[in-house]
């Protein structure tokens, strides 16, 4: 038996897949909300006084956020580059 019998996101047909332009375009909105979500995260943390713990989290969820943003620069500047 085939082991991607039962694997459905094996089933794409051509008219399925993505253009570079649709994923250039996902990849900087992706970007766009990471950055957001970011300055949120940090404009909170610094106007957060009363919960330090809180605080902190947010400021570690602002270093994820910094990291994914690291990463689709990365994957942007393949697709401009045509590497992917």
Do not use: V
């Amino acid at each position: 038996m085939d082991s991607h019998q039962f694997d459905y996101d094996r089933q794409e047909k051509p008219e399925d897949s993505m253009s570079g332009k649709q994923l250039m375009d996902i990849l900087e909105h992706s970007l766009e909300m990471e950055n957001e979500m970011m300055r949120t995260y940090l404009i909170t943390a610094e106007r957060l006084h009363a919960d330090e713990e809180l605080k902190e989290r947010l400021q570690n969820f602002a270093e994820g956020n910094a990291k994914r943003t690291r990463q689709l620069l990365n994957e942007i500047e393949k697709l401009d580059k045509g590497e992917s």
